[in-house]
């Protein structure tokens, strides 16, 4: 996964400012440093999921290069993409398909016994296996 690096600053209404040098379209914050960070994993995963409406990002910069950026008392911090965020970002389209009934019964049971499972899921993981 590519690590882009995210420099962090102090708000003066307090908690955290965060810029990415290399998709200048992102800023977030968070109250806290934890807080920051997280939203900045999110911010990431749906830059690189939808983009910015036109609004373009370079390639990661190496944290020496972004530090040259930073001004003193910021922080830079690396920033990995969630691939669980990334998929909640994905487009989606909903689709009617027909199942036979005794079918349909089975993948519900599978559902249900499955954390984290739902028939979209099922579907998506079904076809995507099925494409390899």
Known sequence: MTT????????????WGVRFPDAPSIHTSGKDLDEAVAMAVDALSGML???????????PSGYEAVM????????????????ATMEEYRPKKRVNVMVPVDLLKRID??????????????FSQAAEKSLR
């Open 4 to 15: 882009y690096y995210a420099i962090f600053y102090k708000l003066e209404s307090g908690g």
């Open 109 to 122: 049971e599978r559902v249900k016994a499955t954390s984290g499972m739902d028939r979209s899921r099922f």
């Open 68 to 83: 040259a950026q930073a001004d003193k008392g910021e922080l830079v911090f690396p920033i990995i993409p969630s691939e």
């Open 49 to 59: 999921v939808v983009g910015r409406k036109g609004r373009e990002y370079s390639a």
